[in-house]
């Protein structure tokens, strides 16, 4: 089965319990679905010190705090942390080296007008 996420399952009818269950699945880390933290989340398959794999890039905060902190849902994904005052100038804004980051692949993308 091939579900709305884009991962592969492979299921059996379990006539005692009368359900589907699961013994496979296509990919295996969470992360591996593109997009899975949402615009401007980072996702970590090796979140062993935290209890969810999602995490927003330094300088963003979750959209939807709830979401992310009870639901474990991170599909909103981040937005900029606001600051006190409205210029951005002087708060430390610049580049930061964000670790082990997979970009999308764009090997068969096309360019059109």
């Not at 593109?34 to 995490?55: A, K, N, Q, V």
């Not at 981040?78 to 930061?96: I, M, N, P, Y």
């Amino acid at each position: 089965m091939l579900d709305y996420s884009g991962l592969l399952k492979k299921i059996i009818w379990q006539e005692k319990d009368g359900k589907w269950n699961e013994f496979q699945s296509t990919p295996r880390s969470p992360c591996d679905p593109y997009g899975h933290c949402g615009t401007y989340g980072i996702c970590d398959p090796e979140f062993l010190s935290r209890r969810f794999e999602c995490d927003c890039l330094p300088g963003y905060e979750p959209k939807s705090p709830r979401d992310w902190h009870i639901l474990k849902d991170a599909s909103g994904g981040c937005v900029r942390k606001r600051l006190e005052s409205t210029s951005l100038c002087g708060h430390g804004e610049g580049f930061v080296k964000v670790a082990n980051v997979k970009v999308p692949d764009t090997s068969a993308a096309v360019w059109s007008n």
